[in-house]
């Protein structure tokens, strides 16, 4: 399985120099963060992938446009991998909205605000087990390609990357300590 890191916002460009919330709700990618993700699906090309499994945040769902516009996949949306609900980046879109730009996708069985607000860590830690947990039992867990978030890479893998980075991941492998 691949995990891949969304590419840059205005929220990570902001908070990365300053590391002041800008207070933008479910913001979009940047024209660096469209950069990224293009050699990002760019590195992707040739590996062994079936299907894409993204986040319902719109920085997710651009990123997965990116991705299987030159992968040709077929895209799933699992809220299970969206970010903790930390950030004002973290509020979500309500479902009917993102039904309206992204019709193609499947929302259906999400409620309208589905997005978690002051998530905890431990909450948070059971919801990347379950997931862990989900993607071990599925056949073809080698050949997806999830598109996520930083804390949720750094809950499953004990890894921090950048916007539009990929690591791969083995669900059946014993969880790693996170990295400062």
């Keep these: 399985m691949i995990l891949l890191r969304h590419g840059q916002t205005i929220f990570n460009a902001v908070f990365g ?42 920085r997710a769902l651009e990123t997965a446009e990116i991705v299987v516009a030159r992968l040709k996949l077929p895209v799933e949306i699992d809220p299970l991998v969206g970010e903790r609900g930390h950030f004002a980046c973290d509020i979500g879109t309500q479902r009917s909205r993102l039904v309206e730009r992204w019709s193609q996708h499947r929302f259906a069985p999400f409620d309208e605000e589905w997005w978690r607000t002051g998530e905890t860590e431990d909450a948070f830690a059971h919801r990347c087990r379950r997931f862990r947990e989900a993607v071990a039992a599925l056949e073809d867990w080698p050949e997806v390609l999830v598109v996520t978030h930083w804390g949720v890479i750094r809950g ?13 991941f083995d669900p059946h ?4 300590a996170a990295e400062d």
């Design 156 to 168: 499953l893998t004990g890894r921090s990357v950048g916007n539009g980075e990929w690591v791969r």
């Design 17 to 58: 120099l300053t590391r002041i919330d800008p207070g933008v709700p479910d913001p979009g990618l940047t024209e660096e963060g469209r950069r990224q993700i293009q050699a990002a699906a760019e590195s992707l090309e040739g590996l062994p992938l079936r299907r894409v499994v993204a986040s319902p945040y719109t």
């Design 173 to 176: 492998a014993a969880p790693a």
